[in-house]
């Protein structure tokens, strides 16, 4: 059995450190609920889960298996990221995907995060892992975009999965889970939550949850540009 993960020194210190360095704010549309959440934020490319993380209060996070061990995040970074993605000549994506295969897992390790093995049948253990963390009172941070690249301020396709965390855990435990929708404005620069959204059991109730929250996402960036662009106008100029 794998061993649960936890936040040590060193992640806490680095997330004081990165709230501080990003200075963004934090505003709650309704009160947090008491019990364990889980922050639901759009990827954004990682702009997302590294000001939600490190702006919120203390959560593990899901993160993409690969990057959790370093073969496997050598491997992603070579053999996907820089020289398929981003088009790298080989010698240079080897040396930078070997220096942050050092780095990365490690630092994922004192954050507490969760792998996530999208896919693949070990997908139950990033759930039950996650149940076990829910139900000791600790709260999760995930990412359910289909395309994680994009930069929109508004959240696409999404999984619907992860929903199925809140029947496993009130079954395990009684605890009744929380999802919090999270935008994260640039332009604003603050984090806002949203009202809590709460799962109903089957499949059916995961589908309706799924899609409440990306609707509430997606409500939340179209009022913040909607307020940027009042706040930009130009009022008219009477004549003298």
């Known amino acids: 059995m794998s061993k649960t993960p936890r936040w040590n020194g060193f992640g806490r210190t680095l997330k004081r450190c990165a709230k501080g360095m990003l200075r963004y704010r934090v505003v709650h549309q309704t009160p947090l609920p008491e019990q364990p959440c889980v922050y639901v934020v759009h990827h954004q490319n990682l702009f997302g889960p590294i000001h939600a993380v490190a702006c919120l209060p203390e959560s593990h996070m ?6 959790c061990r370093r073969k496997s995040c050598f491997d992603q970074y070579y053999h996907y990221t820089f020289t398929q993605r981003f088009g790298w000549p080989k010698p240079a994506a080897a040396v930078v995907s070997g220096v942050l295969s050092l780095v990365i897992p490690g630092l994922f390790s004192a954050i507490g995060a969760v792998p996530v093995y999208r896919g693949d049948t070990r997908l139950r253990q990033t759930m039950r892992t996650s149940v076990d963390l829910l139900s000791e009172g600790h709260s999760i941070v995930l990412c359910p975009d289909v395309d994680y690249q994009s930069k929109s301020a ?10 199925g965390i809140a029947g496993m855990t009130r079954s395990h435990s009684g605890v009744d889970v929380a999802f919090i929708p999270v935008h994260c404005s ?10 809590p959204i709460y799962c109903a059991e089957g499949r059916a109730g995961r589908q309706a949850c799924a899609q409440q929250i990306a609707r509430a996402l997606n409500g939340m960036a179209g009022a913040r540009q909607e307020e940027t662009a009042a706040a930009c ?3 008219e100029q009477a004549e003298t």
């Open 62 to 67: 899901w993160v993409y298996w690969k990057f």
């Open 186 to 195: 640039r332009e604003e620069k603050t984090i806002y939550t949203g009202t």
């Open 233 to 235: 106008e130009v009022p």
């Open 154 to 163: 508004f959240i696409g396709e999404t999984y619907a999965g992860f929903a």
